[in-house]
Every structure is written in C-alpha cells, then in structure tokens.
Antibody, heavy 122, light 107 residues
Framework: QVQLVESGGGVVQPGWSLRLSCAAS????????MHWVRQAPGKGLEWVAG????????YHSDSVKGRFTISRDNSNDKVYLQMNSLTAEDTAVYYC???????????????WGQGTTVTVSS | DIQMTQSPSSVSASVGDRVTITCRAS??????LAWYQQKPGKAPKLLIS???SLQSGVPSRFSGSGSGTDFTLTISSLQPEDFATYYC?????????FGQGTRLEIK
C-alpha cells in the first residue's frame, strides 16, 4: 500500500535550519508530484510547497519563499524540505503528501504521511 | 493567490442529520477542488477529488458538487464516526490553498 514516512523534525532555536525527509513506498514515485503541508498547533492546514514528478517545477507558499526549498531524489524515492531561518511561526506538524495526478502538473493531494513535528523555540 | 472561504466554521448536528459545508473560491477554479476529513491527532483523509469524485472506500453518504467558484460537501445522514474537521483545497493553481476548516460537533 502507499506509504509516506516523514522524519527530521525536532526542537530548534529561531534562526536555525532543519531538513525534513519523506520516504515513499507502494507507488511509482517517479510519476507523482509531491507536497509538504503543515498545521500549526490548534490551527488549520497550510500548503507549504510542491514539486513536479520530474523535479523540474517547484512551488512554495509566500510565507516560506526564500527560506524553504523542496527537492526530491527519484533514485531513492524521497522528497525533502530544507528549512532555513526558522521562526516561531514555523512551529507545526509537517505532512508529506502525494499528488493525485501522474505524469502531469500537480492537481491535489491524495495520500498523506503521519507527520513530523517541528518546534521552533528559544 | 486564490482565497478559499469555507463556511460554517463550526456546526453542531445529531446522528442522522444532513449537513452541508460550502467553499467559495475567489476566482474560477473549474473543478480542481478536494475535500478532506481530519480527526484529532491524525493526518487528513481525502474524501472527494475533482469536486465530486468520491474516493474508493469512502461511504456514499458523502457527496460533493460544484464548479467554478462555489462548492458543496454534503453528508446525507451523519454517523458517529463523521464528527471531525473538514477542509477544502483548491488545486487549480499555485499556491494551493485550503479553506479555514469546518468543525463538525455532536449536538
């Protein structure tokens, strides 16, 4: 079955960096776009970043543009989120998610990982 | 950016009730709209994609409709396991945007 397993979360100080990883299995990774979505404590869902199936096209929300970068390794079925210059407002559960479209532009999320928690605090 | 306005923000209902949740997009998104259910401490679950396509395994009491800017999620007869928070997501253009969520509570 399709499985997404995030790792790399933790507690960091403001200004620090962190890299999240997501290991995918159970589907043809190279055919699917991927996303990161976050949820701050007690808040709603916020789409953070997306990447096309081939890694050529990358998209980031305005709130993280210039600080976060999504990437993927199609040889190892992994997607990453490099997070720099972290602030308290980045504290959230970060979900890795699979796009529902194949070999085409990203068109929405169908499968989610269980999430990894990032806490930014001094 | 496309703004998604979801309403109501919360609703109280009883088992067996019919409930409707709406999402309005700030511009035409065709049918690139999905609905998710989230229970506390869990990842969201996809219920409906492309505005009206019910996902495999999702009970038929869930249905979605709409196109353009106005969309609806309907639960025809609430069951105890349906009490959760529901979100819409527009996937027409980047950045993707979610509605604010609707918390469905037991009356």
């Amino acid at each position: 079955q399709v499985q997404l397993v995030e790792s790399g979360g933790g507690v960091v100080q403001p200004g620090w960096s962190l890299r999240l990883s997501c290991a995918a299995s159970g589907f043809t990774f190279t055919s699917s776009g991927m996303h990161w979505v976050r949820q701050a404590p007690g808040k709603g869902l916020e789409w953070v970043a997306g990447i096309s199936y081939d890694g050529i096209n990358k998209y980031h929300s305005d709130s993280v543009k210039g600080r976060f970068t999504i990437s993927r390794d199609n040889s190892n079925d992994k997607v990453y989120l490099q997070m720099n210059s972290l602030t308290a407002e980045d504290t959230a559960v970060y979900y890795c998610a699979k796009d529902q479209n194949t070999y085409g532009p990203p068109r929405g999320v169908d499968v989610w990982g269980q999430g990894t928690t990032v806490t930014v605090s001094s | 950016d496309i703004q998604m306005t979801q309403s109501p923000s919360s609703v109280s209902a009883s088992v067996g009730d019919r409930v409707t949740i709406t999402c309005r997009a700030s511009q035409d998104i065709s049918t690139w709209l999905a609905w998710y259910q989230q229970k506390p401490g869990k990842a969201p679950k996809l219920l409906i994609s492309a505005a009206s396509s019910l996902q495999s395994g999702v009970p038929s009491r869930f249905s979605g409709s709409g196109s353009g800017t106005d969309f609806t999620l309907t639960i025809s007869s609430l069951q105890p396991e349906d009490f959760a928070t529901y979100y819409c997501l527009q996937a027409n253009s980047f950045p993707f945007t979610f509605g604010q969520g609707t918390r469905l509570e037991i009356k």
